[in-house]
């Protein structure tokens, strides 16, 4: 059994989880911790406050508890927001807490796109477009070309998290372009993981969600990778490790 830890802000598309870890095999396991989100807001100040080491601190505890092998923070927008170097400093502070690997989500997505040799990518954004345009400025940093922007002008995670399918889809269209080798879409409050093959299929390209990403970058922290075609082409790459050796 390999346990995942994931440190996640509030209640909003949290129901992802369970779905993922039925479509990874019964062999691993999602924990899911929430954090207090304080502020529901995308904006710059709010989410500096969200993603504090003190309040990822408070969730650690019990994912050690669990057998965690890796944590992840499970929230794009807190921990872009602090910058490139900002965010190395804050999951290097969730590592020493927690004992443990670490990252976030948005160094998931830029591992990601070098797992899938992309670099040209589109965005497309629930917030603000002030606060997607941070996001864009962290991917550069990551070595990717950003070659559009999109965002939706949502202020809140709670109202991300009610976006069905229909939502998810239309904001896709709108963000992607034909010059982007792969699609991102990078809010943890936005329900994706039932859409991702349908969403490649019509774009005919990668899509990256972030809970989909996040869930990978805790399997990678781990050491494992798992074909699972239903979470689209980021978990359709050449298993390394499918079963851990004895020992």
Same mark, same amino acid.
């Given at each position: ?26 062999? @691993? ?7 207090? @989100? ?6 710059? +100040? ?37 910058? =490139? ?17 670490? &990252? ?25 477009? +002030? ?12 070595? &990717? ?9 949502? @202020? ?6 009610? =976006? ?22 990078? +809010? ?27 869930? =990978? ?5 781990? +050491? ?24």
């Amino acid at each position: 059994m390999t346990a995942l830890g994931f440190l996640y802000p509030g209640h909003s598309a949290e129901d992802e989880y369970p779905r993922i870890e039925q479509l990874l095999g019964s062999d @691993i396991r999602l924990d899911v911790v929430h954090t207090d @989100i304080g502020e529901d807001a995308h904006r710059v +100040d709010a989410l500096l406050e969200m993603g504090s080491t003190e309040r990822l601190a408070a969730g650690v505890e019990q994912l050690r508890m669990a057998g965690a092998e890796s944590v992840v923070w499970a929230c794009t927008s807190g921990s872009f927001v602090y910058g =490139w170097e900002g965010a190395h400093e804050q999951v290097r502070a969730l590592a020493r807490t927690a004992g443990m690997p670490a &990252s976030s989500t948005s160094f998931a997505f830029v591992h990601a796109l070098q797992e899938l040799g992309v670099r040209r990518v589109a965005v497309g954004a629930t917030y603000p477009e +002030d606060v997607a345009g941070l996001f864009a400025e962290f991917l550069r940093a990551g070595g &990717s070309e950003v070659t559009s922007v999109r965002g939706a002008g949502i @202020i809140t995670a709670a109202e991300v998290g009610t =976006w069905g399918e229909a939502e998810v889809f239309l904001l896709a269209r709108d963000a992607d372009r034909p010059d982007a080798d792969a699609l991102l879409l990078p +809010d943890t409050a936005l329900h994706t993981a039932a859409h991702i093959p349908t969403l490649e299929k019509e774009l005919g390209k990668p899509v990256l969600t972030a809970n989909q990403v996040t869930v =990978w970058e805790a399997l990678r922290l781990a +050491d494992r990778r798992v074909n699972a075609p239903a979470l689209g082409s980021l978990f359709t790459r050449e298993p390394i490790v499918q079963v851990r050796p004895p020992g």
